[in-house]
């Protein structure tokens, strides 16, 4: 159901809210959501990759990690934009980049962002995601 969103809302948060209200609708995880101070909406290719990004995250959390919570938290800086996506699943002890941690890294690139993964000492699995807004009509 989550795959079947095919372009992000006038504004994004609509977007990953939907996203949430279905997974939680179909699953037991749980998802909390801190926007932070980020903005309803940025320019179409910042919504997409961020949903799109959240999305692979999601099925990673379920299919990898038997995650019954996610967090996801945003915050907006002069020049960029961060997102961190971190579930209390299994973790990983090595961390192998197959095609969904790929793809977000290429959607990435497109916009000069970084993705950075980890698995926190404390147990489950984080994503960090930064989109620079100066490169990207933003700003």
């Not at 993705?115 to 930064?130: H, M, N, W, Y």
Request: with cysteine; charged share 25%.
């Amino acid at each position: 159901m989550i795959r079947g969103i095919q372009d992000p809302s006038p504004g994004s948060i609509e977007t990953i809210y939907e996203m949430k209200a279905i997974l939680e609708e179909v699953t037991d995880i749980k998802v909390s959501i801190e926007t932070g101070n980020m903005k309803y909406n940025h320019n179409p290719d910042v919504n997409r990759a961020l949903t799109r990004i959240i999305q692979e995250a999601f099925t990673n959390s379920i299919r990898h990690g038997k995650a019954s919570r996610i967090l996801i938290n945003f915050w907006e800086f002069p020049d960029s934009l961060e997102m961190t996506v971190r579930d209390n699943g299994m973790g990983a002890q090595n961390i192998v980049k197959g095609i969904g941690l790929a793809g977000m890294e290429e959607r990435l690139e497109k916009l000069n962002g970084t993705l950075e993964v980890s698995s926190p000492a404390d147990g489950g699995f984080c994503l960090k995601v930064t989109i620079p807004l100066l490169n990207t009509g933003e700003r």
